[in-house]
């Protein structure tokens, strides 16, 4: 007996509707991010700040100590400059959908998370991260159908496997 697969059918609208989704909940888990951050860096901080006072440091190691604290809060707001420059970009609907073909898929263990990330390449387009499941699935040469922001480096946002679903420009 044959089978056959049904194809879930995506459109713009569809596309348009899962990234602003996507979208408002990284805004929401980057104000998370921003709010704990800012209050644990000024906490410590000010901890730092009145042992720095008590030992008598020179400004020069004294001012950059304090203020270390404060990085990774300085590295959520990039994140979050990224976020609403996208949310910028949804709202003018300026984001393209095209097929590509996979042109190779690798894995690299990051030795300071200390996990593996997988990566699909695509033949003009830079290395997108991909979960766990979409990477076992996938072989190279298969078609997938891509969602890019237009911006002065696109890069993948959204991606899905061509031979579970098909897109229609209605």
Known sequence: MKETQTKERITRNSVEQELWRTNAAEIKGTVFSMSYTLFFGVLISLVLCFAGSQVHFHPVIYIPL????MIPF????????TVLKERRL?????FDITDATLFSKDEKYNH?????N????FETFPPCEVGHTAYQLAATGDSY?????????PYVKLFYAAKMYVYQET
């Open 66 to 69: 304090t203020l270390l604290p």
């Open 112 to 116: 300071f998370h200390r996990e593996l």
């Open 145 to 153: 159908i891509l969602v890019l922001y237009r911006s002065k480096k």
């Open 74 to 81: 300085i590295a959520i707001l990039r994140l979050l400059l």
């Open 90 to 94: 949804l709202q003018d609907g300026a």
């Open 118 to 121: 997988r990566y699909f390449y």
